[in-house]
């Protein structure tokens, strides 16, 4: 996992996230710019676009949009009485790809329907969507973005194909000077309640088990989150310790658990990567993975195996080494 939050090659260059609100397809005619009507701007990007202002951009009658909003639910779902309805990118982005299906010659309710399998079954690695989304403080949309990757792709393909671009495209628009620090949060915290949401395999009663926690001082939770689901999907239970963790109190959960279970240990930094974590754990006779940029620049002690990846994680923890013995009938959680 040294590599797990690292940025990307090159080649994936930064993607500056489009404004939505300046670009709608005209249902007839090609796509084209469209002013924005005076008074419709929201009051933030959160706040999304009244049916009037959509209606008026993409130049059909706001009874049309209300129509498919209440037949086909193409638009806002979650309308309040006594509130406007609001579109936001998901929204916007549903209702152009029915007006495309419309004007290639398809009938209302066949865009619509053309609409409900896009969103049942989600593009493969589709980070730019959950890019927009997130950068539009659209917290609904990137909840369902990760919730359907996740649901269709399983865990492993979700972080290396959509979570880890997006981080990357994030870093890449902080170092140009872009202000990113708050949708980088934002994006981890969505992540984190997605993986927690996410409904895993069930854990076999005789499964082997891991204890997953950062070194003392460390506060980057995620990675071990990640790994925690995709080891669940591959039947592995964990006890999940999480951030800034002290050496000693890992080593009191080795003893908790009456068995020797693998250890999975995350740096991010220099200054957090504790090789006592490493001796204390493998003193325990616990295998002892390390993970993390953290470690890249330290000497590990024999004990210490790097893992470099998602899949390489799960893969090596999934499979006990071959004199493994488990003492005791203490479960690990599975959620």
């Known amino acids: 996992m040294h590599s797990i939050l690292r940025p990307l090659p090159k080649a994936h260059t930064p993607f500056d996230a489009p404004d939505r609100g300046n670009r709608f397809p005209n249902p007839v005619a090609p796509r084209q710019t469209v002013a924005m009507p005076a008074g419709s701007t929201p009051a933030s990007d959160a706040a999304g676009y009244t049916v009037r202002a959509v209606a008026e951009r993409v130049g059909i009658p706001t009874a049309t949009l209300r129509s498919w909003n209440r037949r086909y639910r193409i638009g806002p779902t979650d309308h309040q009485p006594g509130k406007h309805r609001l579109y936001n990118a998901s929204d916007i982005a549903d209702l152009e790809h029915m007006l495309t299906q419309i004007r290639a010659g398809a ?176 003193s325990a006779g616990a295998r002892v993975f390390v993970g993390g940029p953290g470690w890249d620049t330290i000497i590990l002690p024999d004990a210490a195996i790097p893992i470099t990846t998602l899949a390489d994680a799960v893969d090596r923890i999934a499979h006990p080494a071959p004199a493994r013995h488990e003492i005791g009938s203490t479960r690990p959680d599975t959620a």
């Open 107 to 282: 009938s209302p309710a066949g865009a619509a329907a053309s609409v409900a399998r896009r969103r049942a079954t989600p593009t493969r690695g589709d980070w730019t969507s959950l890019l927009t989304a997130v950068f539009a403080i659209d917290t609904r949309t990137v909840s369902a973005l990760l919730t359907a990757h996740l649901e269709a792709f399983g865990v492993i393909d979700t972080w290396d194909l959509l979570c880890r671009p997006a981080f990357t495209a994030i870093v890449t628009r902080q170092l140009d000077g872009e202000g990113c620090i708050d949708i980088e949060h934002l994006l981890s915290w969505s992540i984190t309640a997605a993986l927690h949401s996410y409904i895993p395999t069930s854990v076999r009663a005789d499964s082997h088990s891991a204890v997953l926690a950062c070194t003392s001082g460390e506060t980057h939770a995620l990675p071990l989150e990640a790994l925690r689901a995709a080891l669940a999907e591959r039947g592995v239970g964990t006890w999940m310790l999480g951030a800034d963790m002290p050496t000693d109190a890992i080593a009191n959960t080795l003893a908790r658990t009456g068995r020797s279970p693998d250890v999975a240990l995350w740096s991010q930094h220099e200054s957090t990567a504790l090789t006592s974590a490493i001796h204390a754990c493998a």
